[in-house]
């Protein structure tokens, strides 16, 4: 059911748009700008687009930080919806305990998990031979990062959720797994697809933990940039950033528009 | 499987009904390895192990080339109470204050805009709820240097912001508008925003508008409705929002850098100083655990309190 | 909102596979590139690797290809932005995953006694003799048997004077309150041995001193400056800023100063008369080091005088090799702020690491930083 929004809210909204939006808009028209040192307004180029199509570097690490980004998303979804489901349906031994370690990740300073990470990385390797830095090592880390994040905001859903469907459901000779399948998870589909955003936003911003579990070929953009940034911004940056935000708004807007309307608009739980 | 029936009667078996299931302890056991098990292994090996390195690191000394070597001492933790080679100087302690001072700014900014903005998409139809929530996240793909970076050029001397604050009166003429604490603050707002902001909204989404009407139907004004009506219902997901920009913001030190000038020193900067220029990995590594050990001494209080007050507690 | 999760996933995915598939091909130009180039060697049997670990923007992406088409190898590069993110990955197993490293001086005795670097087989870099006398056997290093000097250069101050102003060179116009007129809004440096040596230069005392008095009073003095600044920023920040005129001076190394001047004459850079800091990059090959051989070749190819000449005429820092010195661009040979006078060179100082003794540092710092 759509409410009329008051228009208060609406302006306030408006503006915080515009407000998360504005260096976005410097970022773009700064991609055009011929100075090289980020100053003052030189001149329009688009030389910073055409390098950038040249630079074997930067787009091999936009498809590592993209693949990264999503297989570890994936993963963590994953492993973070069952992580809040169990903890706010079922109690075991240890269950208070285990919730409160589970913030660990989120609590954690980031140099502190990726040096943590590194020496567990590097023990493994000198017993069991295994986990070479590179591609796998940085997934495995993203997802130990994310998954308390997706939990976090799944639980808070199911939290407060009404019972009372569920137990309908059941009531009606439902399985376990159908009750899930076809009650519980379309009510928290929306703070699962949350807790996908946020993890995937977690990855793609990852500096820290990314360059000390990477290894020979797998940079990441966050990396480059990181470098580039303490260089002052290549203008190339700005290029690639507007590039992103281009694709993923058009890519939004695409999705959704592809989308079936919701079936069942006026039925609330 | 057999006849349940007769072995019911010989042995009943302890079933306890939690959401319309009726389940033996031994199937919620199941059910917990299968659900939240992955998770927690994952977890356990990949973080909690390691990090016992850290705690190892953080008794040990540090040697003349910086590496760990024994004997195991406490020097790290008697240098954080306050204990250097100049005498007794409580900064750390200050620095973990101000870190926390600015985290629950941080937070309360957020909540200011999380708020408006979750209302907001929540009542859009349909589609448009997707591509507004969407929206919000997009800048947060953009790498956070290069948005901070963006920031100190809107707040340079000739940009519009700062001719407006100027002809306001509220920043002087010429100077930028950062460093400063203003800036900071936009800052950290505009990077922990859609932290505060998904989470909310999953639960504004799904409020129960009847209450609301009951209330206001009942004789309650804006503020009561607001307040007994929606604010209870939005609470797991406000509380859960505030958790995901409270925590992390503790040790945030880049936003505070660049648009602070870099002049105080937070835990995120006392860490980075000692895993990197001084490499003193095991003072590090103490700074960094009392640092999270007081952050989840928090959380578990908070779960405490709730219980006690019957809310639903974090944990 | 209910119907985006699988949608938005397959559509991401499948873009993840073009990419994939796209840039895939891009990588194969330069192994192809190769084969036309006359190999000065014998083809290896295996394809030849290596892998280098060095600050970005430091290496001439002209001399890597140079390299790759000589030796028909192919470079892969990381980066890193301090010597401590190194020496933290070396030590977290990065000695078997990185070739050459680019450390700074002061670190090397610490990695030389972590076990993280293997030494030079001389006999395989015969173009080490091309070295200048300062970096033969220097005191970081005995008998250069770990590591070759990469580029070297100072800190200072780079500024913008104002008009008809003739700019005081000395420290004190960040340190000295009285000549806060002249300096306008300033940066300081965002690096602790730098700054305080600096500091230290100008009061006169030893860039290295483990004297707790005078650490302090450098550390109320920096203090002090601290209140006057606009804060702190890295040596590349500063000169950003200072170009953008969101600060009038800045304490930057040269290199970066070099360029800032290049882009914008109205600005300088100069070493204060009463001394600074000398700092030398070197290039050395991590312990465990993959691709041994491949990398001390490179380590000779970059000592070539050509080479060397090109690559100081890529990142304007000096050179340490005294026949490219020669083949450097002339307007950089006369440069003062990339190769200083003989008599500013004994002002001079390395940054020595102190062992036990850093945590002074350490703790003064922290006090300046965080009052």
Redesign the interface.
Known sequence: ?????PL???L??LL??V??????A??IV?SFNAA?????WRGFTLRWYQSLLDN??K??A??NT??LG?AST?VSTL??T??G???S????PG??L????????????????A????????LA?DLLGLFE?GMTTMV??H??FQ???V???V???L??MD?AI??????LGAT?WQ?FRHVTL??I??????????A??LS??D?VVS??T????A?T?????????????TPD??AL?SI??L???V????????????RT?GT?? | MGDPAPAARLRPARREI????ALTPLQ??A??????????G???L??????L??VLFSVLTRGPYGELQLPFTFGSYSRLAGFGLFGFDPQYPLIILRSVVLAAGTTAVCLL?AF??A???A??????K??A???????????????????Q??FAPDALLTRAAVAVGLAEEGMPLYPSAFAVYVGM??AY???LV??L???V??I??SIAEAASDLGADGRRVFRHAILP?V???M??GM??VF??A??QFVIPDLLGGAKTVL??NA??QQ??ASRD?PF??AI?LV??AL??LG??LQTRTAGKRGE?G?? | ?????P???A???L??LA??SC?GK??E?APAGQAAAPAAAPKPAEPCQL?LFI???YMDPEIVKAFEAKHSCKV??????DNE?MI??L????TS??DVVVPGNYVIPAMVKLGLLAPLRKENIPNLKNLDDKFVNPPYDKDNQYSAAYQWGTVGIFIRPKKGQKVDETWGLLFDPKMAKQAGAFLLMDSIREMMGSALKYKGYPANTSDPKQLQEIGKLLGDAKKRSQGFE?G??G??KV???AANAAVVYNGDAVK?TK?DPETYYFVPREGGIIWVDNLAIPAKAPHRDVAEKFIDFILDAKIGAQLSDFNQYATPNKASRELVNADDKKNPAIYPSAEMMQKLEFVVDLGDKNRLYDEIWTQVKSR
Not at chain 1, 36 to 40: A, E
Not at chain 2, 123 to 128: K, M, V
Not at chain 3, 76 to 81: F, G, S
């Open positions: 059911m759509t409410r009329r929004i208060p809210v609406w306030t909204s915080l748009y407000f998360l939006y504005a260096p976005i410097v970022v700064y090289r040192y980020g100053g003052p074997a570097d787009v091999a936009a498809r993209i693949v999503l994936a492993l973070g069952g992580l489901y169990g903890l349906r079922y109690r075991f269950k208070r285990f919730a409160w370690l589970m913030y660990i990740p989120v609590v954690i300073p980031d140099i502190v998990m040096v943590a990470m590194l020496m567990f990385y590097a390797r830095l495995i880390a997802v130990t998954i308390p994040f939990a976090i905001v639980r808070s859903r939290v407060g019972p569920e137990e309908a459901a059941h009531d376990s009750t379309p009510q589909l929306p703070a699962v697809v949350a807790g996908a955003m946020l995937f936003t793609l911003d500096f360059f000390f990477t290894g020979p070929g940079t953009l966050p990396i480059l940039i990181y470098s580039s940034v303490k260089r002052g911004i940056i700005n950033s992103i935000v694709v993923s708004v890519g939004t807007v695409a999705v959704a528009l592809l989308q079936r309307p919701p608009e609330k739980t | 939690r959401f319309g299931e919620g056991l059910r917990s390895a299968l659900t939240a098990g992955p998770a927690i994952w977890v356990t990949f973080l909690l192990l390691p990090l390195g850290i805009a408006p903005l209302f907001f998409i009542g859009l139809p349909g589609r448009a997707g591509i929530l969407t929206l919000v996240v997009i800048p947060f793909w953009t790498n956070l240097l290069i948005r901070t970076y963006a920031w050029i809107l707002l505009c925003l859609p932290f998904l989470p909204y999953t639960a989404e799904k129960d508008w219902q609470m797991p997901g509380v859960a958790i995901l925590v992390p503790t040790g835990i995120g860490i980075q895993f990197g990995w590090g590594s960094a640092a999270m952050v989840l959380l578990w639903e974090l944990l | 909102m209910k119907r985006i999760a949608g938005t996933f559509a991401a995915a873009a993840a990419l994939t840039s891009k990588e130009p892998n600050w970005s923007e892969t590069i990381d980066l890193y932005e993110s933290a990955k030590q977290g197993g990065g995953l990185y890295g590349v920040g000169k950003n170009l953008a005129r800032g882009d």
